[in-house]
């Protein structure tokens, strides 16, 4: 069983839905991050969080440690959200243990 | 700073050649690491520096793998025999506890 597990792995919708994708890991962690990559490869952070919930613009991220989850919510989605959004552990030395990713798919 | 910084952004190689990639971190931070993707699937570790010193090696790391981090600032990834298998991304990230974690662009390795 892998360390971390996200649900759902492809997701599409349409313009203007609420997005909620999931993230749940069987390990202790000190951190967990929310990552953004779009084709090409380029990686980057949108949240690192450790307890409770972060807001940024139209993105959300919770956590619940004792549970072992963690979501990430999309309000009023767009095209341009289209992306893989993946879920990364933080062990250790800051070492990040990866989920498999979800393709998010928003269409006009 | 402009960010983590990796050179080459595309590199195609013959089977048996060897591969050298950089990786230029953020100045202020202390660790960096290098990770795989390959085709749909999430990066894996593969080893990290903190500061000069190479601190943990993934065993997907094998033989022909080899990073340095002289100095403690750019860090090098050297393939050496490159085989079909060794196709895929590979991403550099750098971080320090008080600064998070910023990931490089990659460099997308083809070996043909």
């Known amino acids: 069983k892998n360390e971390v597990e996200q649900s759902p792995q492809n997701l599409t919708a349409q313009e203007g839905e609420f997005i909620t994708i999931n993230c749940s890991y069987s390990v202790g962690i000190s951190a967990l991050h929310w990552l953004q990559q779009h084709p090409g490869g380029g990686i980057v952070s949108l949240f690192m969080l450790s307890s409770g919930k972060k807001k940024h613009g139209r993105l959300i991220a919770t956590i619940n440690i004792q549970e072992k989850h963690s979501s990430l919510h999309i309000t009023a989605s767009h095209p341009r959200d289209s992306a893989v959004y993946i879920c990364a552990l933080i062990q250790g030395a800051q070492k990040l243990v990866f989920g498999q990713g979800t393709r998010l798919t928003i269409n006009p | 700073d402009t960010g983590v910084s990796q050179n080459p952004r595309h590199k195609i190689t013959k089977r048996g050649q060897n591969v050298t990639f950089r990786c230029d971190p953020i100045s202020e931070h202390n660790r960096l690491y290098w990770y795989r993707q390959t085709l749909g699937q999430g990066p894996e570790f593969l080893t990290y520096f903190q500061n000069e010193a190479q601190l943990e090696k993934s065993r997907l790391l094998s033989d022909r793998f080899s990073a340095e981090r002289p100095k403690g600032s750019f860090s090098t990834l050297e393939i050496q025999r490159t085989e079909q298998g060794d196709s895929a991304m590979y991403l550099c990230?750098?971080?320090?506890?008080?600064?998070?974690?910023?990931f490089g662009s990659g460099t997308r390795l083809t070996v043909v």
């Open positions: 990230a750098s971080s320090s506890r008080s600064l998070g974690y910023t």
